[in-house]
């Protein structure tokens, strides 16, 4: 019997629309290999430039018409008119946040053919996932501006830590870190400087770790966390950090695997009540907007994760041999020192996909 699956699709800004129609292409190309898996595709304009319209990033409905989708694939939002504050909570944060998706879960890893700036590492050797706490802490939207533009001016952006929240993504992590060979997990926090929320962050990770006794983990600090994965990279597999560290850490975690533009990410909701959400990390990149040579790879990667969350895994791991035979093959976008364009990434993965056993 064939199993279908909705996926809302929301591009949204600068390269979003060129890789999200890639990784629909592609898509379509796993949906086809593997016979009976269908995907219907509900697409929404939103972003920017609805915003220009009406004044709002998404109409007052969004969030019911994607409740309807079993996932949402998103692209990327961020226009240069329009203040990155605004559109970030106009658009993305609206949906994680009102869908309560609240593990943001970024794996790294090397794939065939890409060069890491670390010396010494062979692909294969890293394979880590950063878990981003992802409906609280530093995004929690808290604080305020007095007194604007007086010598007196006050601004306020205050982090808030719920023990329901620390608690959750504390699991997530724990859960993963389990589900992984290795099981290991770091939790990382800056908890010398920060001495209430992130001591209750240690706090919390101590008391939930008693329920995972078969996983190991250790504790970092943020600005060593940085060093680590520079220089013992090796030593790291599953790590949980606040919404804005774990932010931070996921960049240098995709410079060091070689680009921006192949890390992928899901917004979870582990407890599956919302549809959770698959996107690319990287940003709107304006600066290569309409060039045609955006890197999908990151699209790729991320519709392979939407395909194991919805329970695809063969479709996933398919997806994923197709990637990394055209990675290894040198068919590489500018980002990671080729000269392939989209349309030829997209092209060369599609008849990988054709080619492969299903
Ligand atoms: N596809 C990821 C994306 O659009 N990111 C935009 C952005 O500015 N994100 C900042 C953040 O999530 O902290």
């Avoid at 699956?5 to 592609?26: H, K, M, N, Q, T």
């Avoid at 993504?169 to 939790?187: C, E, G, N, Q, Y």
């Avoid at 990675?327 to 020192?337: E, F, Q, R, T, V």
């Avoid at 349309?343 to 993965?349: G, H, I, L, N």
Wanted: glycine share 8%; hydrophobic share 40%; proline share 5%.
């Amino acid at each position: 019997m064939t199993r279908q699956y909705r996926i809302a699709s929301v591009p949204a800004d600068g390269i979003g629309p060129e890789v999200i129609e890639a990784g629909l292409e592609v898509l379509d190309a796993v949906a086809s290999k593997i016979g009976d898996l269908k995907l219907v595709i509900d697409r929404y304009e939103w972003g920017s430039n609805w915003y220009r319209k009406h004044g709002v990033f998404m109409p007052p409905d969004a969030l019911a018409w994607l409740r309807t989708a079993d996932a949402i694939y998103f692209g990327a939002v961020g226009d240069p008119n329009i203040p990155d504050h605004v559109s970030l909570w106009g658009l993305r944060l609206q949906i994680c946040q009102g869908l309560d998706q609240y593990a943001n879960v970024r794996p790294t890893r090397f794939l065939p053919g890409v060069t890491s700036p670390l010396r010494n590492v062979n692909a294969g050797e890293l394979d880590w996932v950063i878990v981003r706490e992802n409906s609280e802490g530093e995004y929690a939207g808290q604080g305020g501006r007095t007194h604007r533009g007086l010598p007196e001016e006050v601004a306020t952006e205050v982090a808030i830590f719920t023990r329901r929240g620390v608690e959750r993504i504390m699991r997530t992590a724990f859960d993963i870190a389990r589900s992984r060979p290795r099981k290991h997990l770091t939790v990382v926090t800056k908890s010398n400087a920060q001495r209430h929320g992130m001591v209750f962050w240690d706090e919390i990770a101590a008391l939930v770790s008693h329920d995972y006794k078969d996983v190991t983990w250790d504790k970092e600090l943020v600005d060593a966390m940085t060093m680590r994965m520079v220089l013992r990279p090796r030593t790291i597999d599953t790590v949980v950090a606040t919404n804005l560290h774990a932010d931070i850490l996921s960049d240098l975690a995709a410079a060091l695997a070689g680009s921006l533009g192949i890390a992928p990410t899901g917004n979870i909701d582990p407890e599956r009540r919302n549809p959770s959400m698959f996107e690319p990390i990287h940003g709107s990149a304006f600066d290569i907007t309409g060039k045609g040579i955006a890197n999908p790879v990151a699209s790729f990667w991320t519709a392979a994760m939407m395909l194991e969350h919805l329970g695809e895994k063969p479709a996933a791991d398919l997806l994923m041999k197709a990637v990394e035979q055209v990675c290894k093959a040198g068919i590489l976008s500018p980002d990671l020192g080729g000269k392939a364009t989209t349309k030829e990434v997209t092209q060369a993965v599609v008849e990988a996909v054709r080619g492969m056993n299903a």
